[in-house]
Every structure is written in structure tokens, then in C-alpha cells.
């Protein structure tokens, strides 16, 4: 390493480029990088992601932040999971949670999986993953998922959050350790012999100079794609939604511990609770709606039908680019990609890119010699989430809207996506196929398990019949009183934020 130091510039603030500067500060605290986030004073964030998965818990262990210190100041409340409703018309389905899973439900598992598996072969035994996961009774009892010492098993838990709070905090955190904030508005950027970006310019009149850059633009992708001109992967066919309309909305307390995601006519409503206020957006398709109609929609669901109150309005693309890491620029966050904000993995993924591009950026020297395999980690990841949430559509059977009925008929879905539905509807173990494909790292066979079980995608009732001793071997009583248990342990949800703040 050369004894000169590296310039690393993360160009655009928001919630991507601020845990990037943090996770690059903190990694590379001894090795010679001096890190500047350039910001423009001109440009809004974005800011609608309210709610994480638990990845967002390591991060924060990482960077040394304790959650008394950050939650308090970001109206942040725990969250173990995502409850979705309405999103299935089959009886005794029409809701069920994706949990958050942790230690206490290796316990319980085994008895969800050996369930729906012989529920898929007809036999009629309950399957319903909200019977199985200590993360429902958690979200039922509006419990904190954080447990006394004496209690030995931990609990897998996300937040939600104040985006544009947690955005100031982290910085404050980055530049305690050592990264320097500029406000200029970038312009345009500057190429080398080389095609790598040399510089960028700014409205100011200035000239700045870095030996690598991070775009943080969002959907711009202004170095990405704008100076680098890196193809960007549309996903719009299998994913329609292309708008939101969001409203904020008082909170009266009882704050229970869980996102609610509603399907609506031509999408979904998202319900996320802060301690100071409701986060509320309808994402939508605008080829099956117009935004004024989504918006009225929306603000019947509310009960805003006679309030004056503004909505925001957004508009997103779905897809990613080709490359994340190109020639000497890093896309972190919107700039890289999205795939809607159906399963909160946004923050995870922004994780995910700045932590393996540092792995790959330190094992090759600070050079670029694990690039393409850095891509194609990070490409498989979004495509494996995009087929997650694919799939949530797919196997809807509403078909109350032409929305909906397009969703369910879509038969461009990936070759991937197509082999794990033929392998759930024959009957056969996901699990196989999902270690085949190499799945499981990006959303668990439990995950997958839920999903297809929770939107019941099993035989219809009239087509069961009674299992043997083996069939029937997992007690459900047993399994209830087993979560019960564990749930005596959890302080309620608004007394463990009180001692947070306290």
C-alpha cells in the first residue's frame, strides 16, 4: 500500500450514502482512506423507507451505536415481522406474518415444515405459519423483542424509523469518525485516458478530485449511469408498480411491533409506526390507475377522504444496473437498484453492496481483481429478492382488478421463480430446490415456507383427510404453550421504548 492516503468521494447524502460512509469509516479506520460525502443542498431524500429487517441491528453493532442512543432520536420502534392482509381471497388465509426467526423458533419450526409439507399431500393438519412463530405472538401482545439476560435465546428483530432522522444521525456519527461533509450540487464529471471518473464539477465553480467514487444519486444514477453509461436492468414486466402516494398519520399510542402491508386494488398500503406518528404510502402501478384516483383510493383507506391534508407523490423504476462496481465508481442504493419496498430490503441490500465491495476492494490490494465476481454476488441478490417479492404477486388470487388478475397470470416470471412454485405445487420439499439454486442465503426456505403456506397455496379443505401417528406427530397444543411461554419474557413494546428514552 502506497503511503499515500486514498480519496474515496460518496457523492449524494440520504440514509445509502451515510451508512456507506459509516461502514467504510469503521472498516477502513487504519488503512490510509480519506472519505468525503459530497451533498447537495438542492436535491430532496427520497426518505419514505421507514422499516428494516435485522440486518440494520448488526450494522449498528458494527459502527458502535447503541440503540439508546439512535432509536430515541429517530422516533424508532422495534419491528419482528410483516403482516400481510388482504393479499389472499381463500378462506383462513386471508392474513398471515412474515417473521423475523430466531433462536426460540428452532423449536417450533420443524413442526411448521413437517406440517404444511403433508398439508401440500392433503392430509389435514394445521399449516398456518402464525401458529408456529414466537414473532406473531410477539406482534399480538404488542410485545419488545427484547428479552432479560435470563432468558438464553435471542430474538431476530428489525426497526422502523424516521428516514430522514436516521439520515442526520448517521452523519453526525461519520463525521465523528473522521468522514468530511461538503454542500456542493455536482454537475457533471470528468473522464481519464482510462474511462475511469477522474473528477467531478460542481455548480460552485469547483473541481473535485477522488481516487474512487460511490454514487448515492438514487434514481439518477448520475455517475452510474449518467457519466458511465452502465445498461440498466428493467424489471417492470414482473414487477408493475412504478408510484407511490404517502401520508403521515397520528399515533395513538399501543404502538404494536409489526409493519402492515394491505393489498389495495391496484397495489399495496404499507402501515409503518413510529413513536410520534403513522408512516402510510399506497404503492401503485400508474398503467392501471391514475395517481388522482390511487390517491382518492388511498384516501378512503385512511379515512382522509374529507382532510386537506397534501400527500407526497413518487415515482420509482424497478430493475438494477448491470454493474454495481464500474471502472472506478461504486452505485450504492437507489443508483444500483430497487425492487419496490415490499419486504423492507432496501437498507439490507445498501448494507450488503458496501460491505462486499470492501471484502473484495481489501482482498485484491485496492485494486479492481475481484470486480466481476463482486457483480455477480451482488446481481444474484437482487435478482433473488426480486423473485421473493415476484412471487407474492403470482400467487394472489385476487381478481378484482385487471391489476390483479395480470399479476396472477404473469408468465414472465424467471426460470428460478417458475421452479420453486413447480416444486411446492408438486408437492415436493423447496427446501431441494431452493439449495440447488443457492437461495437460502437471501431469503431462508423458512421464509419461502411462510409465504406459499401463510397465502394458502395448499388443497382446498374438501380435499383432506386424517393422518396417521406419524403424520400427526407434532402437537399443536404443545407448540402454543411453548410460544406462550416464551412470550412472558418480553416487556411490553411502549415500556421498553420509555426506557430507551429514558
Known amino acids: 500500500m502506497s503511503n499515500q492516503k486514498k480519496r474515496v468521494m460518496i457523492l449524494g447524502g440520504g440514509t445509502a450514502g451515510w451508512i456507506t460512509a459509516n461502514l467504510m469509516a469503521t472498516h477502513w479506520a487504519d488503512k490510509g482512506f480519506d472519505i468525503t460525502l459530497v451533498e447537495s443542498p438542492n436535491i430532496g431524500i427520497i426518505g419514505v423507507g421507514e422499516g428494516s429487517t435485522p440486518p440494520l441491528k448488526g450494522f449498528m453493532d458494527i459502527i458502535g451505536v447503541k440503540e439508546s442512543e439512535w432509536m430515541p432520536e429517530c422516533n424508532a420502534t422495534y419491528k419482528v415481522g410483516i403482516t400481510f392482509k388482504d393479499w389472499s381471497t381463500k378462506p383462513g388465509f386471508t392474513q398471515y406474518v412474515h417473521p423475523f426467526v430466531g433462536q426460540p423458533d428452532d423449536y417450533t419450526a420443524p413442526a411448521f415444515f413437517h406440517n404444511s409439507f403433508l398439508r401440500r399431500k392433503g392430509i389435514d393438519l394445521e399449516s398456518h405459519p402464525d401458529h408456529f412463530f414466537l414473532a406473531t405472538e410477539i406482534i399480538r401482545q ?22 430522514g432522522l436516521l439520515g442526520k444521525f448517521l452523519a453526525r456519527t461519520a463525521e465523528k469518525k473522521g468522514v468530511k461533509y461538503k454542500v456542493a450540487t455536482v454537475t457533471d464529471a470528468n473522464l481519464d485516458a482510462q474511462g475511469n471518473i477522474a473528477s467531478v464539477n460542481t455548480e460552485e465553480g469547483e473541481t473535485l478530485t477522488a481516487d474512487l467514487f460511490v454514487d448515492c444519486t438514487g434514481f ?68 392501471f390507475v391514475d395517481d388522482d384516483k390511487a390517491e382518492t383510493e ?39 437498484g430497487f425492487i419496490e419496498p415490499l419486504e423492507a430490503t432496501a437498507l439490507d441490500m445498501v448494507q450488503e453492496t458496501v460491505v462486499r465491495f470492501i471484502e473484495a476492494y481489501n482482498n485484491g490490494n485496492q485494486t479492481d481483481k475481484f470486480r466481476k465476481e463482486f457483480n455477480d454476488r451482488i446481481s444474484a441478490r437482487f435478482d433473488a429478492v426480486r423473485d421473493y417479492i415476484v412471487c407474492h404477486y403470482r400467487i394472489s388470487n385476487r381478481v378484482d382488478t385487471d391489476y390483479w388478475k395480470a399479476n396472477g397470470s404473469n408468465e414472465k416470471i424467471s426460470p428460478s421463480l417458475r421452479s420453486i412454485l ?32 401463510g397465502k394458502g397455496i395448499l388443497p382446498p379443505q374438501e380435499q383432506l383427510h386424517p393422518g396417521d401417528e406419524f403424520a400427526d406427530q ?29
Open 422 to 453: 413447480m416444486s411446492w405445487m408438486q408437492g415436493k420439499n423447496i427446501t431441494d430446490e431452493l439449495l440447488k439454486q443457492q437461495l437460502d442465503a437471501y431469503f431462508p426456505n423458512v421464509s419461502w415456507n411462510c409465504l406459499l403456506a
Open 474 to 502: 407434532y402437537k399443536m397444543e404443545d407448540v402454543h404453550e411453548f410460544i406462550r411461554r416464551c412470550a412472558l419474557n418480553f416487556p411490553g413494546h411502549e415500556q421498553a421504548l420509555a426506557q430507551l428514552r429514558g
Open 298 to 336: 388511498f384516501r378512503e383507506h385512511l379515512g382522509l377522504l374529507d382532510s386537506d391534508q397534501e400527500a407526497r407523490r413518487l415515482k420509482f423504476k424497478v430493475g438494477r444496473v448491470e454493474q454495481h462496481w464500474a471502472k472506478n465508481c461504486l452505485a450504492v442504493g437507489l443508483s444500483q
Open 220 to 287: 439518477r444514477g448520475k455517475l452510474i449511469q449518467e457519466t458511465l453509461k452502465v445498461p440498466f436492468k428493467s424489471c417492470s414486466e414482473v414487477l408493475f408498480n412504478d408510484s407511490a402516494v404517502v401520508f403521515a398519520t397520528e399515533q395513538p399510542g399501543d404502538i404494536t411491533p409489526h409493519t402492515l402491508s394491505t393489498a389495495m386494488k391496484y397495489g399495496w398500503a404499507w402501515k409503518i409506526p413510529l413513536t410520534n406518528r403513522f408512516g402510510n404510502g399506497y404503492v401503485y402501478s400508474s398503467s
Open 142 to 163: 404488542k410485545l419488545a423483542p427484547i428479552a432479560p439476560e435470563n432468558f438464553p435465546l435471542e430474538v431476530a428483530y428489525g426497526y422502523h424509523f424516521d428516514s
